[in-house]
């Protein structure tokens, strides 16, 4: 993240780069059997940015239609997965953490499906667990 609160970020190889103005919403760690299909990994964790102020600054995406009514998009050089965008959470982009310039600053605060975890993975944190995605999180910029 920028000292200006904009999220910037990208893929692998940097064919394909993104930049978010106006900061996170939030962030979560998603542990559901769709996530982990379409990243290769246990659990993913994203940051929500506003769909307004975000872009692709360099490169074009390749997408798919992972779900009905859900598209991911990644980059076609790399294979790096970046964004999830969904029709039930409108205005709203879902980013890879894991493809941020600087993940660091964004802190998980909470697990989603976590009735889909893996029951090997265990992580130790006291963060709220929940077992689909609650509805009512509050959508206001991180401080």
Do not use: K
Not at 24 to 43: D, T
Not at 113 to 137: K, N, S, V, Y
């Amino acid at each position: 993240m920028s000292d200006s609160g904009n999220i910037e970020g990208g893929c692998r190889c940097g064919a394909v780069r993104y930049r978010a103005e106006g900061g996170a919403l939030w962030v979560s760690h998603c542990h559901c059997n769709e996530c982990r299909r379409s990243s290769g990994a246990p659990v993913s964790t994203f940051v929500g940015v506003g769909s307004e102020g975000f872009a692709f600054v360099t490169g074009a995406p390749g997408a798919y239609e992972s779900s009905p009514e859900v598209v991911r998009r990644f980059c076609g050089a790399c294979g790096t997965p970046l964004t999830y965008e969904a029709a039930v959470y409108p205005g709203e982009v879902h980013i890879m953490v894991g493809t941020l310039d600087a993940p660091e600053g964004l802190v998980p605060e909470r697990h989603v499906f976590d009735g889909e975890r893996m029951p090997w993975l265990a992580m130790a944190d006291d963060l709220p667990r929940h077992d689909t995605l609650p509805q009512g999180i509050p959508r206001v910029p991180l401080s």
